[in-house]
Each structure stands twice: as C-alpha cells, then as structure tokens.
C-alpha cells in the first residue's frame, strides 16, 4: 500500500521518494548556475572597478600634463617679454642691469629724489622694472606692502621678477601693456595671452 504526501509518496516501508526523479539534480543544477553567476557578477564587478579606476588615473595624468602645458606657454611668453626687455643681453646673478631715461628723469617724481638721483625712475633688472611698479603690484596681487629698496631687490632677482611678471601678465587684465616692448608687439602678446586665458577656462 502506497500512500500519498503532498508532492511525495510513502513505500509500504515508511520510506519516502520524490514524485519526479530528476528534482534532486535539478536543484543541484540551479544551486551551480546561481552561485556561478554570482562569481561571475562578482568578477565583472571587479574589473569595472579597475577600468574605472584607471581611467580615472588617465584623466589626471592628462590633467597634470595638460596644465603643465599652459605653464610652459606662460613661460614662454614671459622668457619673450624678458628677451624683448633686455635687448637679448644675457645679465648674471651678480650683475646690476638698469637704463636711464633721461626724459622720464624730468617728471616731478624723478626730482624729489634729490642726492639719489633720480632711481626711482630709472628701469631695473632683465624686466626693466620701475621700482614704484614693482611696489604696486605686490600690494595689488599680494596685498604685500613692500619697501624701496625691497622692490629694487626683487627687480634685479632675475627668479623673483620672473615670477612677478607671470602673475601681472596672466593674473592682471592688461597687465603685460605696462612694458613698452609687448606695446609694440601688440598682436603677438594679445593672441598668446589670450589664447593661455582660454586653455585655462577649459580646465
């Protein structure tokens, strides 16, 4: 006699056997199918992670290169403004470069100067900067206030007053006008500040 339990049935033993033989390795197969798609899940997981990550680590390398770049045409323009400035001369560490205007040397300013001549209206170092001009503009981007002389060191520091340049020129609109020489080469130093402006507002 055989007697019948829900989706199973009972031998005449007490022993009881599924309704359909393959459920067993059916449940088997379905148990081998999920954890497999869940390692596999797991490894493509995995490796979106990783791309993901290196792209990341893509972008900013090309970053830093790419803003390496505008520093380099920064430097570029102000290596010319110097070159333009200097006439070319090569002046060392240990060397006063200066002119002598003596038009500019009639200005009311010049003549208050008395027995020190007239140096504060003379051009100093490879970036012929005026002492009064230097002065400015370490208040105006630095908000520094800074001595006379402190100014005649920093115009005559060829790294300093390279440095000085970049911010007036880059950091200052109309700020590379203050020299004569991008005044007569107008197009050259307009197309390339502006074109650096622009690179940058992409980033």
């Given at each position: 006699?055989?007697?019948?339990?829900?989706?199973?049935?009972?031998?005449?033993?007490?022993?009881?056997?599924?309704?359909?033989k393959g459920?067993?390795?059916?449940?088997?197969?379905?148990?081998?199918?999920?954890t497999?798609?869940?390692?596999?899940?797991q490894?493509?997981?995995?490796?979106?992670?990783m791309?993901?990550?290196?792209?990341?680590?893509?972008?900013?390398?090309?970053?830093?290169?790419?803003?390496?770049?505008i520093?380099?045409?920064?430097?570029?323009?102000?290596?010319?403004?110097?070159?333009?400035?200097?006439?070319?001369?090569?002046i060392?560490?240990?060397?006063?470069f200066?002119?002598h205007?003596?038009?500019?040397?009639?200005?009311?300013i010049?003549?208050?100067?008395?027995?020190?001549?007239?140096?504060?209206?003379?051009?100093?170092?490879?970036?012929?900067?005026?002492?009064?001009t230097?002065?400015?503009?370490?208040?105006?981007?630095?908000?520094k206030?800074?001595?006379?002389k402190e100014?005649?060191?920093?115009?005559?520091?060829?790294?300093?007053?390279?440095?000085?340049?970049?911010?007036?020129?880059f950091?200052h609109?109309?700020?590379?006008?203050?020299?004569?020489s991008?005044q007569n080469?107008?197009?050259?130093?307009?197309m390339r500040i502006?074109?650096?402006?622009?690179?940058?507002?992409?980033?």
């Open positions: 006699m055989k007697t019948t339990i829900g989706t199973y049935k009972r031998k005449s033993n007490g022993q009881f056997k599924a309704k359909h459920f067993v390795k059916f449940l088997v197969l379905i148990i081998v199918f999920l497999t798609l869940f390692i596999g899940l490894i493509v997981t995995s490796k979106v992670e791309e993901t990550i290196e792209i990341e680590q893509a972008q900013d390398v090309s970053m830093e290169r790419f803003e390496k770049h520093e380099k045409l920064k430097n570029d323009v102000v290596a010319q403004l110097k070159k333009d400035e200097s006439g070319g001369i090569n060392g560490d240990g060397d006063i200066y002119t205007d003596p038009q500019r040397a009639k200005r009311p010049c003549k208050k100067i008395g027995g020190l001549r007239d140096i504060m209206c003379d051009s100093w170092g490879n970036f012929q900067y005026k002492i009064t230097v002065q400015y503009y370490y208040q105006k981007l630095y908000d206030s800074i001595t006379q100014a005649l060191l920093i115009a005559l520091d060829d790294k300093k007053a390279e440095e000085l340049t970049k911010d007036i020129v950091k609109v109309g700020g590379v006008w203050e020299w004569t991008a080469k107008k197009d050259w130093y307009n502006t074109f650096i402006r622009e690179l940058e507002a992409s980033i």
